[in-house]
Nanobody, 127 residues
Framework: QLEESGGGSVQAGGSLTLSCTAS????????MGWFRQAPGKERDGVAT????????HYPDSVKGRFTISEGTAKHSAFLRMNSLNPEDTAVYYC??????????????????????WGQGTQVTVSS
């Protein structure tokens, strides 16, 4: 199970930080990711990280504004979101999966293959 927290409402230009813990994983490295789904739209990935010192990955839509980082607790991750705009309004989900061969060899995680999901947290950005 994944535990998320940190959603809320903010004005355009503001910042929020989301947190997530994947406490059931026992292996040293996993893929953790943040996804979002706005009303009437498909769920899109916004950040991934290979825990245990691997790389992070972002789509162009959030690159430079969002930062995913590891916490001090094992398999915990934060998503820092800066310069938020109304288009960032969505339910944000944390997800995780055990890394595959490509993930391990590159220490980078993509946006596919996630098997465990959090319950989602609402982020609302007003203009």
């Amino acid at each position: 199970q994944l535990e998320e927290s940190g959603g809320g409402s903010v004005q355009a230009g503001g910042s929020l930080t989301l947190s997530c813990t994947a406490s059931t994983y026992t292996r040293s490295n996993i893929c953790m990711g943040w996804f979002r789904q706005a009303p009437g739209k498909e769920r899109d990935g916004v950040a991934t990280i290979y825990t245990g010192g691997g790389s992070s990955h972002y789509p162009d839509s959030v690159k430079g504004r969002f930062t995913i980082s590891e916490g001090t607790a094992k398999h915990s991750a934060f998503l820092r979101m800066n310069s938020l705009n109304p288009e960032d309004t969505a339910v944000y989900y944390c997800a995780a999966h055990s890394p595959g061969i490509w993930d391990v060899s590159t220490k980078t995680c993509g946006f596919k293959g996630y098997t465990d999901w959090g319950q989602g947290t609402q982020v609302t950005v007003s203009s």
